[in-house]
């Protein structure tokens, strides 16, 4: 069992950044692939972001990648996702994801067993 808390997010002007963590908890952390996704009103969940269980592997949908990292570091039980280049449409809310199959990263959302309770990020002037 793994409990995950997310923090981080806020408003934020476009162009701005910000950085989101997860603290993992219950379990061992380098035991799980790591994902972020977002949901917007009336979309579906997209994942935006997924590493692998050392973050020598990262995966970034085009949507994000080139503005958004993905990282983690074991010893804090924290994965991180830096946020530059905002823009309106990132607006949603960000849940970060654990999936026990850690060898590469996890790109489907049914892969992933355990979520935080999501935290919002609003992009607006």
């Known amino acids: 069992q793994v409990q995950l808390v997310e923090s981080g997010g806020g408003l934020v002007q476009p162009g701005g950044s910000l950085r989101l963590s997860c603290v993992a908890s219950?379990?061992?952390?380098?035991?799980?692939?790591m994902g972020w996704f977002r949901q917007a009103p009336g979309k579906e969940r997209e994942l935006i972001a997924a590493?692998?269980?050392?973050?020598?592997?990262?995966y970034y949908p085009d949507s994000v990648k080139g503005r958004f990292t993905v990282s983690r570091d074991n010893a804090k039980n924290t994965v991180y996702l830096q946020m530059n280049s905002l823009k309106p449409d990132d607006t949603a809310v960000y849940y970060c994801?654990?999936?026990?199959?850690?060898?590469?990263?996890?790109?489907?959302?049914?892969?992933?067993?355990?979520w935080g309770q999501g935290t919002q990020v609003t992009v607006s002037s």
């Open positions: 219950g379990s061992i952390f380098s035991n799980y692939a």
């Open positions: 994801a654990a999936s026990p199959t850690t060898l590469a990263p996890r790109r489907r959302s049914d892969e992933y067993d355990y």
């Open positions: 590493i692998n269980w050392s973050g020598g592997a990262t």
